[in-house]
């Protein structure tokens, strides 16, 4: 199926998940490590698709800069870091076609 202008703006909504790539590519894409983040509704564009955006970002910024984490293991406490490698698919386009 080749993706219009068009065919995008009829979407049903867009589906916002997150792929671990910390975990071996082998299972990195099962569906039990996807985590699925919400969904933005459609067809029509939302009147702020920021805000469906920003939760996300405030987590993102504080997963940047570290929070405080518990290793079972070691038994001690560290800080966790986590960073948006990579934003792709529909969502950007739609996105982008939106305005």
């Known amino acids: 199926m080749t993706l219009t202008a068009k065919s995008i703006t009829k979407l049903a909504g867009i589906t916002l998940i997150i792929f671990n790539y910390n975990l071996p590519p082998d299972v990195r894409f099962h569906i039990n490590n996807i985590l699925a983040l919400g969904v933005i509704p459609g067809p029509k564009k939302p009147i702020d698709a920021d805000s469906f955006l920003w939760p996300l970002l405030q987590e993102l910024f504080k997963l940047s800069v570290g ?16 960073f948006l490698i990579i934003a792709f698919g529909i969502f950007l386009l739609y996105l982008c076609l939106c305005g």
């Open 67 to 82: 929070v405080r984490a518990f290793d079972i293991l070691t038994g001690k406490i560290f800080a966790l870091h986590a």
